[in-house]
């Protein structure tokens, strides 16, 4: 009777030994995107006013619209098959940031994904197969490669020179990032192709009609220091799209899946300008 009894708790203790484990891998991530974040903050701090102006397109947009810790957690996640890392307003800067502040990142998470492949437990390895799935840890291999062929869409001119970030063991990650982004054969990507690689969950007005309904959507985001304070004192940009009005189910459903980003301590709320449509009812 006491051997099963033995072998029972053995059983309980490699369980909760695993727990621990994903546990501890989940606590290492969102330090390491802490330290993107902190990365990214110090980096935009140091720009020259010049260069903030250029970053800022002529101060149409505010700087904290260009951290990219938001895109990285939820590409880690599996929210989104990559997320494009760009500065519109001057490429010029981006191989700096790029390798000042992306690729230390990416190096660190790197390490975690190469040691979950050690939490092979049936949980973990049925995650890992789930392409659909936000949970976490999982093994992955990110990378950041940048966009050399004259690549161009219907709202960007040249995607030259722009960088994507995706992960090399989730199948339906490379696999698009491969065939729309990097093959130096395709010079045009249309943006229904963009917006389910990008995984946004509404489309861009083709006529003039839908252009009176367009509906600006963020996900705003703020970081918790691991002793539980904000690291900042507002909500950032982590993500914006736009959708049609007609669309806005599908962004309660989308939002869902994203507020998974709570397991590394990013907090989220969605604002939507519905102005444009206030407007045209009262007209």
Known sequence: MQSPSRNTNGNNSNSSSSAVSEQDTIRRTARVLRQLYQRETHWLSTRTSDQSLLLSQQDQLSLNEQLHYGEVAFVLLRLKPCAIIDFAGDRAQLADYISTVIEPTIRDLNALGAAAKSLATPDVQSRAADSNSAWYPRPFQLTCTRINGQLASPEVASWTGAFVLYDEMWTESADWVKANL??????????????????YPGSLPTNNEDMLT???????????????????????????FVVLHHQLHQVALHRIRYEAVKMFDIEMQVTMDTSLIENLQMD
């Open 182 to 199: 990097l093959d130096p054969l395709s010079t045009t990507v249309s943006e229904d192709t963009l917006a389910r690689g990008l995984d």
């Open 214 to 240: 367009i509906v600006p959507v963020s996900y705003l985001g703020r970081m918790k220091s691991e002793s539980g304070e904000w690291m900042s004192d507002r909500w950032e940009c982590l993500t914006s």
